[in-house]
């Protein structure tokens, strides 16, 4: 059974840089799939921030773009998210997930939806 | 972009009733590539509908996804109490660039 599990620290100060691992177990990835990050504000919907293949390649939300860096560790098995220059707004419920893409009984190596999602972590920015 | 515009923004329903929620995209979705999700307080989201109509392991067959093109429906064909939640669309078909709505709260009336 696939799980994924976010860590990292849960108070960040504003300026800094907010740097959490995804942990997957249960599931090689190596495998064809596309892992991404999402986030969640308290109280407010879900917004996308970027996802990586296990190769490396990856693609991020235009809006975060210039803040983020994905990056894989195979050996591992896990992968990671950083984010420059925290203010308050980046305050959230930061969630991992597989992502997946089948259709017609085939799956392929492209971005689609996510599931397993990791029970997600919350990181306040703050002084 | 694709922009997702999810109605209405709270639904009041009883348990037993039937629930109706509406996704639609600022443009044509690609290959109905698009996923309903499920989340409850306090817990991360969870895959219901994927391809617009195909249900997700384990997902009861009370739910059910259809729509093409820009309008896409979740409906709940009976309400079950574990059923009121938020729910969230989620296009995929102009990757690399996905979204989500905005989310529609089913509440009990």
């Known amino acids: 059974q696939v799980q994924l599990q976010e860590s990292g620290p849960g108070l960040v100060k504003p300026s800094d840089t907010l740097s959490l691992t995804c942990a997957v177990s249960?599931?090689?990835?190596?495998?064809?799939?596309?892992w991404g990050w999402i986030r969640q504000p308290p109280g407010k919907g879900l917004e996308w921030i970027g996802y990586?293949?296990?190769?490396?390649?990856?693609y991020y939300n235009p809006s975060l773009k210039s803040r983020v860096t994905m990056s894989v560790d195979t050996s591992k098995n896990q992968f990671s998210l950083k984010l420059s220059s925290v203010t308050a707004v980046d305050t959230a419920v930061y969630y991992c997930a597989r992502m997946l893409h089948c259709s017609g009984g085939s799956c392929y190596p492209r971005p689609g939806w996510f599931d397993p999602w990791g029970q997600g972590t919350l990181v306040t920015v703050s002084s | 972009e694709i922009v997702l515009t999810q109605s209405p923004g709270t639904l009041s329903l009883s348990p037993g009733e039937r629930a109706t929620l509406s996704c639609r995209a600022s443009?044509?979705?690609?290959?109905?590539?698009l996923a309903w999700y499920q989340q409850k307080p306090g817990q991360a989201p969870r895959l219901l509908i994927y391809g617009a109509s195909s249900r997700a392991t384990g997902i009861p067959d009370r739910f059910s996804g259809s729509g093409s093109g820009t309008d896409f429906t979740l409906t709940i064909s009976r309400l079950e109490p574990e059923d009121f939640a938020v729910y969230y669309c989620q296009q995929y078909g102009s990757s690399p660039q996905i979204t989500f709505g905005q989310g529609t709260r089913l509440e009990i009336k």
């Open positions: 249960g599931y090689s990835i190596s495998s064809s799939n596309w």
């Open positions: 990586i293949y296990y190769s490396g390649s990856t």
């Open positions: 443009q044509s979705v690609s290959s109905s590539y």
